[in-house]
Nanobody, 123 residues
């Protein structure tokens, strides 16, 4: 079992920055892929970024490439999502997720989820 707890959301103006954190606990997640997803009202949950815990290989959605950076700190069992140059269209509930069977950008492939943290970008 893996438990995930997100933090760091809030309100920011367009062009600003924000960092989300995802604290992971449990057993055996060192080989997992950790992902960030987001969901805006009335829209399907969409992939944002992912990282392989063991190798730190990273993957990004085209919409955030060059603006967002996913990283992890092993000793703290924490995954971060640094978001720069934020746009109003980045407004959503952001979720941290974990998967143990290879990379995927499809949310239904992820087994474990946090509760979500709201990010609101004002124009």
């Amino acid at each position: 079992q893996v438990q995930l707890v997100e933090s760091g959301g809030g309100l920011v103006q367009a062009g600003g920055s924000m960092r989300l954190s995802c604290a992971a606990s449990g057993r055996g997640f060192s080989n997992y892929y950790m992902g960030w997803f987001r969901q805006a009202p009335g829209k399907e949950r969409e992939f944002v970024a992912a990282i392989r815990w063991s190798s730190a290989n990273t993957y990004y959605a085209d919409s955030v490439k060059g603006r967002f950076t996913i990283s992890r700190v092993n000793v703290k069992n924490t995954v971060f999502l640094q978001m720069n140059s934020l746009k109003p269209e980045d407004t959503a509930l952001y979720y941290c997720a974990a998967r143990n069977y290879g990379y995927s950008d499809y949310y239904r492939d992820y087994e474990y989820w946090g509760q979500g943290t709201q990010v609101t970008v004002s124009s």
